[in-house]
């Protein structure tokens, strides 16, 4: 019985540590710095608390935290047109961005392992701009290529500042994410 109370203690460090970095996610999401017309925006970072939760504690928490924080992301700005689109810009979008919790380690590994996580993001967005929005691509234009130009437009440069703050933050999170998960 006593091997099970550390792990409740773990479960309970994880769902708090879970809902502060989400919270504060959805603080930074707030920031806009531009917005996009049929959804999406260049925010001040908001995918970095997701992805050091991610480096923290696994692809596992990292997803399931994502899917939440895109569910808020629907609460505060909707922009729904079916349940599939609904799906695939929201909870699923952000819950890729818990792939980056399989590459960490180092500066380098957290860096790919962030690319690889909001390249998951990109992709789902991706897939919902050529099935629900393709009917904006100019005339003539290959509606992938239209949604890889649109989202490319603004989640590059989310992307960019998102890298940035983890190359930056990484000295100081270093001790965070890695030596003190070990003495939990």
């Given at each position: 019985?006593?091997?099970n109370?550390?792990?409740?203690k773990?479960?309970?460090?994880?769902?708090?540590?879970?809902?502060?970095?989400?919270a504060?996610?959805?603080?930074?999401?707030?920031?806009?710095?531009?917005?996009?017309?049929?959804?999406?925006?260049?925010?001040?970072?908001?995918?970095?608390?997701?992805?050091?939760?991610?480096?923290?504690?696994?692809?596992?928490?990292?997803?399931?935290?994502?899917?939440?924080?895109?569910?808020?992301?629907?609460?505060?700005?909707?922009?729904?047109?079916?349940?599939?689109?609904?799906?695939?810009?929201?909870?699923?979008?952000?819950?890729?961005?818990?792939?980056?919790?399989?590459?960490?380690?180092?500066?380098?590994?957290?860096?790919?392992?962030?690319?690889?996580?909001?390249?998951?993001?990109?992709?789902?967005?991706?897939?919902?701009?050529?099935?629900?929005?393709?009917?904006?691509?100019?005339?003539?234009?290959?509606?992938?290529?239209y949604?890889?130009?649109?989202?490319?437009?603004?989640?590059?440069?989310?992307?960019?500042?998102?890298?940035?703050?983890?190359?930056?933050?990484?000295?100081?999170?270093?001790?965070?994410?890695?030596?003190?998960?070990?003495?939990?």
């Open positions: 019985m006593q091997k109370l550390p792990e409740k773990n479960y309970a460090r994880i769902i708090t540590e879970s809902a502060v970095l989400i504060l996610g959805t603080v930074l999401s707030l920031i806009q710095v531009y917005k996009m017309p049929q959804g999406g925006a260049v925010t001040l970072g908001s995918m970095v608390p997701l992805l050091i939760l991610a480096a923290r504690r696994g692809p596992k928490v990292g997803c399931a935290a994502g899917a939440i924080f895109g569910i808020i992301q629907c609460v505060i700005d909707p922009m729904v047109y079916h349940p599939v689109q609904f799906i695939l810009d929201y909870p699923l979008a952000f819950a890729l961005l818990g792939l980056s919790g399989f590459v960490t380690g180092s500066v380098a590994k957290v860096g790919l392992g962030s690319v690889i996580g909001m390249a998951g993001r990109f992709a789902s967005h991706l897939i919902s701009g050529v099935v629900f929005f393709g009917q904006y691509a100019p005339k003539g234009q290959n509606v992938w290529l949604s890889f130009l649109y989202q490319l437009s603004y989640l590059g440069m989310d992307m960019l500042i998102a890298i940035v703050a983890m190359v930056i933050l990484w000295k100081p999170l270093e001790t965070y994410v890695f030596k003190r998960k070990l003495s939990h």
